[in-house]
C-alpha cells in the first residue's frame, strides 16, 4: 500500500494553518502543531522500539494522547491497537496474546491496567508524561512513504475470547473522504468525540475534523455526559455536527430543549442500533429539517458507515426507519434464495472498494478480499433503500417453534408507545419462554400483547413483558444481553432488606426508574441488576441533578448498592453544607 492519505490529509489541515485548535478539551486546547509535535515524539520512539511488523497497543484513557500516537503509528508505519484501559483483566489478557504488541503507550490508567500482565518479550512501555515532543516533517522519515500497515480493533467473540478485526487507513480515508464532502465539514469545523478509544468510531471521530481543518471536541474527562449535561455540553462547546449511539441521543429527551436549544449544531449522525421513527418524530417535532438527523450503517469489519439515509418527515410515521443507501464504491446486496419475491428477507452482504484485512488469528472470514456477508437480515424498499430487520443468527425454539427474534422485536417497535425492546428465549428450570424487555412506559402488557398477536403468527407472541428503563447495550449501540435481568424480577422486597431512611428510599426509587425494576433492595448491585455504562451515567446525571453535589464516579463504583449509594450521598451532602 502507498501511504494512507488519511495521513497526508492531516498534514495539509497541518501545514495550512498550525495554530489552529485540532483538539478541545474542557478547557484546554491542543493545536495543529501541538498535535504534531507529539505525533513526532510517538514516531521517534516507535521507530526505535521492536520490529516494524510488531504491533502497537495505545492503553491511555487521555483521547489527546490516543489521537497524537495514532498519528504517531501511521507515520512509522506501524499497527496500531487502541483499548480503553478500563476493560476487564480477563480481556485485556485476551488482547495481548492475540496482538502480541512490541511496544505499548500506557499512561498512569493504563499502566495500572496492564500492572501483572504478561507482556511479549521485549515489549518496551512508552510513557506520555515524559514523551518528548519533535519538530514534525513529512521528509524526516527516510524513503518515500510509510507502509500502511493499519489498525486492529477488538470486539467480543462468540467463543468469548477477544477477536481483533484488522482495518487499513485507506479504508478510514474512504469512510472520512465521503464524509467531509457530504456534511460540508472544513476549517473550524467543531466535531463531537463521545465514542471510546476502543472502537473504531473514534478513528471517524478524529480524523474527519482533522482532515479538514476542523477541531475534535472530546468527551469530559468524568465520562459521556448525558441528558442535561449533554445538552449543555454540545451547547457550551458549539458542537457542530454530532457522532453518537441512538441511546445516548434519547437521553437529550430529558432535557428541556426548545426550538432554540443549539443554534451551532448542524447535524446529527447516529449508528451503532436501530433508530426508531419515534426518534425522527421527536427530534423533527422540535427543530423541522433544520438540524439533520441521519442513520448510519456498517459493521466494523467493513470499517465505519458504509450506508446513510438523511431522515425525512415521511420516517417519523414509518414502521421503520431504513438505513438507506450505499456510499460511492460501496454495493449492498441482500442474498436471497432462488425464486425469492424481490422483497424477500436475506443476509446483508457488503462489497467496498479497498481490501478487506479479516481477523487476527484464525477466526473465520465470512466473506471475500473485498466482500463480508454482515450476518444482519435486510430487503431493499421499492425506492432502493435498505432495512435491517435483526440478525440472521438471533433465532431461537420455543416449544418447537422456530422464533426469529428480530421479527418480535420489530412488530412490537411499531406500537407508537414502544421507545426500544429486546426478545430472547429465556430458560428457568427446565421451561422456556419467550420474553420481551421493553421500553415502554405509558403501554399495559395486554394492549403489548394484543398489538403483538396483530402482527406475529401464533406462538411468537411474547409471554412476558419484562419493563426497562433502557435496554443495556455495548458502548458501540449493540445489546448487551448478559446484562438483561433475570425474568423473576417483580418481587417484593424483603422486609429485613428493604430501603431504610428517606436517602436509601429514595435513591432506591430512582434506581427503579432507571432500571426499570421493582422491589430494589438496600443492597443489590446496581450492575449486577443490569445497570451498563450508559445507565451509571444516568444515575449520577440524576444524583448531580437532585442533590446537587458533585459526586465522584469512583465513589460509587467502591459501593456500588443503593446502601452504599445514599452512604456517599449523605457524606459529600454533610460536607458541601448543602
Same mark, same amino acid.
Given at each position: ?5 488519511v ?9 495550512r ?18 498535535? #504534531? ?13 521492536g ?17 497524537? #500516537? ?42 495500572e ?23 514534525w ?63 473504531? #468510531? ?34 457550551e ?75 425525512t418527515?415521511?420516517? #417519523? ?54 466482500t ?65 424487555y ?46 438483561l435481568?433475570?425474568?423473576?424480577l ?18 432506591a426509587?430512582i ?48 459501593d ?19
Open positions: 500500500m502507498t501511504t494512507p492519505t495521513l497526508g490529509r492531516w498534514a495539509d489541515s497541518l501545514a494553518n498550525g495554530a489552529r485548535c485540532a483538539i478541545k478539551s474542557g478547557p484546554r486546547k491542543v493545536s495543529y502543531g501541538e498535535l #504534531a509535535g507529539r505525533a513526532a515524539g510517538y514516531r521517534a520512539a516507535f521507530e526505535g522500539a520490529r516494524p511488523t510488531d504491533p502497537v497497543l495505545i492503553a491511555t484513557a487521555d483521547p489527546v494522547e490516543v489521537i497524537a #500516537a495514532v498519528l504517531g503509528c501511521a507515520a512509522a508505519g506501524r499497527t496500531f491497537a487502541p483499548v480503553d484501559p478500563r476493560l476487564p483483566a480477563a480481556v485485556l489478557d485476551g488482547v495481548l496474546a492475540a496482538l502480541r504488541p512490541g511496544t505499548v503507550v500506557a499512561d498512569a490508567v493504563g499502566r491496567a496492564l500492572a501483572g500482565r504478561r507482556l511479549p518479550d521485549g515489549a518496551g512501555i512508552v510513557h506520555p508524561e515524559t514523551l518528548e515532543p519533535r519538530a516533517s513529512a521528509e524526516d522519515r527516510p524513503g518515500a512513504a510509510p507502509e500502511d500497515r493499519g489498525y486492529v480493533y477488538f470486539t467480543s467473540g462468540t467463543t468469548g475470547r477477544p477477536k481483533g478485526i484488522r482495518g487499513s487507513l485507506e479504508a478510514v480515508h474512504h469512510f472520512v473522504d465521503w464524509e467531509i464532502a457530504e456534511f460540508g465539514i472544513g476549517e473550524g469545523t467543531t466535531v463531537s468525540q463521545l465514542t471510546s478509544p476502543g472502537f473504531d #468510531a473514534f478513528l471517524r471521530d478524529a480524523f474527519a475534523p482533522l482532515c479538514a481543518g476542523g477541531t475534535v471536541c472530546v468527551r469530559p474527562d468524568d465520562g459521556t455526559p448525558v441528558g442535561e449535561g449533554l445538552a449543555r455540553w454540545l451547547t462547546n458549539e458542537v457542530e455536527v454530532l457522532h453518537c449511539v441512538p441511546t445516548l441521543f434519547r437521553t437529550l429527551r430529558s432535557a428541556a430543549l426548545t426550538p432554540d436549544s443549539f443554534p451551532a449544531l448542524r447535524a446529527v449522525l447516529l449508528a451503532g442500533e436501530q433508530l426508531h421513527p419515534s426518534d425522527v418524530a421527536w427530534w423533527r417535532g422540535l427543530f423541522g429539517g433544520d438540524k439533520e438527523l441521519v442513520n448510519l450503517y456498517g459493521p466494523s469489519e467493513t470499517t465505519m458507515t458504509k450506508l446513510f439515509h438523511r431522515t418527515e415521511e420516517d #417519523a410515521h414509518a414502521r421503520l426507519v431504513p438505513v438507506g443507501r450505499p456510499l460511492p464504491g460501496v454495493a449492498a446486496r441482500v442474498l436471497t434464495g432462488p425464486g425469492d419475491p424481490q422483497d424477500a428477507l436475506g443476509e446483508v452482504e457488503l462489497e467496498v472498494p479497498f481490501p478487506l484485512l479479516g481477523y487476527l488469528g484464525e477466526d473465520e472470514w465470512r466473506g471475500t478480499a473485498t463480508y456477508r454482515t450476518g444482519d437480515l435486510g430487503r431493499f424498499r421499492p425506492d432502493g433503500t435498505l432495512e435491517l430487520f435483526g440478525r440472521r443468527d438471533q433465532q431461537v425454539k420455543v416449544h418447537g417453534v422456530r422464533i426469529d427474534l428480530g421479527e418480535v422485536e420489530n412488530a412490537l417497535r411499531g406500537h407508537p408507545g414502544v421507545e426500544d425492546v429486546c426478545a430472547a428465549a429465556v430458560t428457568e428450570d427446565v421451561s422456556t419462554a419467550l420474553v420481551a421493553v421500553v415502554a412506559p405509558d403501554v399495559p402488557d395486554a394492549e403489548l400483547r394484543a398489538h403483538a398477536a396483530q402482527l406475529l403468527a401464533p406462538g411468537l407472541v411474547p409471554s412476558v413483558f419484562v419493563r426497562m428503563a433502557a435496554i443495556p447495550r455495548t458502548l458501540n449501540g449493540k445489546v448487551e444481553r448478559r446484562s435481568p433475570r425474568v423473576r417483580q418481587r417484593a422486597a424483603d422486609a429485613t432488606r428493604a430501603p431504610q431512611g428517606p436517602a436509601e428510599t429514595r435513591i426509587a434506581w427503579s426508574e432507571i432500571l426499570g425494576l421493582a422491589g430494589i433492595n438496600r443492597d443489590d448491585d446496581f450492575t449486577l441488576l443490569g445497570g451498563d455504562s450508559l445507565a451509571i451515567a444516568r444515575l449520577m446525571d440524576r444524583v448531580r441533578h437532585e442533590y446537587r453535589v458533585d459526586l465522584p464516579l469512583r465513589a460509587f463504583l467502591q456500588p448498592t443503593v446502601t452504599g449509594l445514599a452512604s456517599a450521598v449523605t457524606d459529600r451532602t454533610a460536607r458541601s453544607g448543602s
